[in-house]
């Protein structure tokens, strides 16, 4: 076969054809959401609103676990660790604000802040060294052992957090001053929803971008067979620590949105049952796929408030239909549909 | 085919109290195809896999034109060219053909890290790997994924990804190990195309396939060197017959 263009651009097969059938769930989904504020004041329950902004953090936090879970093949039980570090970044400097108490007097005098310019990079950079800290030593070991010692890590964070009685413990503490966006007060839940919207887009983007570059040829390789790519000369823990601190940083972005968005931390933010949840999310929404994780969160928290509004036990009638559901569907909602003939399986 | 390329000193390796490399001295020449032969549990892949990198040696050192390479882990010895196709076939099963050897290709360049572009719109990186499929005769599979390639391209396409490594030494272990008798014809003519370019570690069980390929042959037996010299030496070697190659056998070479 000679290189031509036309073999070059089309040398991983089908799935990589730019079809409308592709495209078309996640577009209406995205569509759906773009105009949910909308529909919500039509039909005027501003509940919607509050539904929509929670679909979305999660669907942020859960792309970042797809990064290195899907894409990766590093199976974290641990990735609330990283929301959870971030919101309580947040919640820490707007303490300290509130209360007039500098958070450090020495050596240097650090205030506390509600200026989202400030408390945002704060909180994502301490999500990235959390994660560089955690994937350090995780990475060190795979398979069952790296869920357990992930997990281990989430849950010492957890009670981290639950002993600081200063920032409410148990309980959490109440982000006293609204966050501002240099003057602006980020209250409006309208505003606060298209934020976190255009957040979202952009981390789908970027997610997509970083898969589909040299950088995610390794990656994906790595969950294929590390053997094989180290033979080649790929030190493949260095790219899975990388790929470990942008899904952790990402994940920090949702935890930022998450504390903005409720005005108020707690430690239930990085509880162990939230980083199941997020990988519940990956396997109803179809895992390694770029538009799976959102479809998860969507049908998780649509799920949650549906059958919440019958019994507060619903995760009890929840888990037999999650059962009933991985076993019936193969790859999530993506994949199944793509067994249907479809064709919306974003990557190999 | 003067200075050694591939050497190993006074090498071991115990696995408790099993020897499975017993004190080998072994010197494998520039450019030479350089067979290594011995009856099963000889050590030949525990062997392969420290020239690789894979597995410690107990003691005694390794040189890669003449400089020791012994500490170096698996990544840092492919960087250096030392590079190996696995017995048992290993490859990225949801990657295309030209995928697999793109992704070697580019741990050679070290764009590992670039992540903004596209990289399957990267023409250099796709045409250099087209290349080493050419020159395993599998260009016209390219595209399609290594998991449904046959078991015989899937051995090829080893072989392809091993070049594209720039091996200044090329493992082989047992390159034909599994395949049909036209399959490993295929292979020995692949491979006799490939002579003289790099050098080459041959482990083989197919004794057609040693002596058609090799410059010299090494055989092992108990982890030890029994013999080493070129293939009419080793065939006539009245050691070697008793141990491996059992009598009378051998009255092609």
């Given amino acids: 076969m000679s290189s031509t263009n036309a073999t070059e651009s089309n040398h991983s097969g089908p799935s990589r054809r730019w079809t409308a059938a592709k495209f078309a769930l996640p577009l209406l989904v995205l569509i759906a959401l773009g105009v949910l504020p909308q529909i919500a004041s039509l039909v005027d329950d501003p509940f919607l609103v509050r539904v929509g902004i929670r679909i979305m953090i999660l669907a942020i936090a859960a792309s970042s676990l797809n990064f290195i879970l899907g894409y990766g093949g590093m199976v ?39 200026n989202i310019w400030i408390v945002a990079p704060v909180a994502i950079i301490a999500s990235a060294l959390a994660a560089l800290i955690i994937g350090f030593v995780s990475l060190r070991t795979s398979g069952l052992h790296f869920i ?17 009685q200063k920032y409410g413990g148990d309980d959490g503490t109440q982000l006293i001053e609204p966050l501002r966006a240099g003057t602006t007060e980020l209250t409006n839940r309208i505003f606060i929803y298209y934020i976190v919207f255009t957040t979202l887009l952009g981390v789908l983007f970027l997610i997509d971008r970083i898969v589909e570059s040299n950088f995610g040829l390794v990656l994906q390789g790595c969950r294929q067979n590390e053997r094989r790519l180290t ?28 504390a903005t968005a409720q005005q108020f931390v707690s430690p239930s933010d990085l509880a162990w049952s939230r980083s199941g949840e997020l990988v519940i999310m990956l396997a109803i929404g179809g895992v390694g796929t ?35 559901f991985v076993l019936g569907t193969k790859g999530g909602i993506l994949g199944s549909l793509e067994s249907f003939g479809w064709g919306l399986k974003g990557h190999d | 085919m003067t200075k050694p390329m591939l050497e190993t000193k006074s090498l071991v390796r115990r696995f408790g109290g099993l020897v499975a490399t017993d004190n080998l001295d072994l010197t494998v020449l520039d450019c030479e195809t350089h067979a290594i032969i011995g009856p099963n549990g000889a050590g030949k892949t525990t062997l392969v896999a420290q020239l690789a990198g894979e597995l410690k040696p107990t003691s005694g050192q390794i040189f890669l034109a003449g400089k020791q390479i012994t500490d ?35 741990a050679h360049r070290g764009h590992g890290f670039r992540m903004w572009g596209r990289v399957r719109s990267d023409q250099s990186l796709f045409a250099s790997a087209r290349r080493y499929l050419d020159l395993v005769n599998l260009a016209d599979r390219a595209n399609v994924s290594a998991a449904l390639l046959a ?5 090829q396409l080893e072989v392809a990804i091993a070049l594209a490594c720039e091996p200044r030494v090329l493992l082989l272990d047992e390159p034909m190990a599994g395949m049909g008798r036209d399959e490993s014809l295929k292979m020995i003519r692949l491979l006799k195309s490939l002579k003289g370019r790099t050098t080459m570690v041959l482990i083989e069980h197919d004794m057609d396939a040693v002596f058609a390929l090799a410059d010299r042959i090494t055989v092992l037996v108990y982890g030890r060197s029994i013999a080493t010299g070129l293939p009419s030496e080793i065939a006539a070697n ?14 092609r070479a």
């Fill in chain 2, 151 to 155: 078991y015989g391209e899937q051995r």
């Fill in chain 2, 238 to 251: 009245p050691l070697v017959r008793s141990a491996y190659l059992g009598e009378g056998s051998v009255s």
């Fill in chain 1, 76 to 114: 974290s039980l641990g990735h609330a660790a990283f929301i959870g570090v971030a919101a309580y970044a947040v919640g820490i400097l707007n303490w300290h604000l509130g209360n007039g108490e500098p958070l450090l007097s020495w050596p240097l005098v650090i205030e506390g802040s509600a």
């Fill in chain 1, 290 to 324: 770029l538009f799976g994780p959102v479809l998860g969160a969507l049908a998780y928290v649509l799920f949650e408030v549906v059958l919440e509004s019958w019994t507060i036990h619903w995760q009890v009638i929840f888990g037999p239909i999650l059962v009933l």
């Fill in chain 2, 72 to 106: 170096l882990p698996m990544a840092a010895r492919a960087k250096l060219g030392v590079a190996r196709s696995f017995q048992i076939t290993s490859l990225c099963g949801e990657y295309s053909a030209i995928e697999n050897v793109a992704l070697a290709v580019q």
């Fill in chain 1, 148 to 164: 357990m010692i992930t997990l281990a890590f989430d849950q010492m964070l957890y009670y981290f957090f639950v002993s600081l």
């Fill in chain 1, 231 to 258: 033979a080649v000369g790929y030190r493949t823990y260095n790219y899975k620590l990388v790929a470990f601190v942008i899904a952790g940083s990402i994940a920090g972005v949702s935890g930022v949105l998450l």
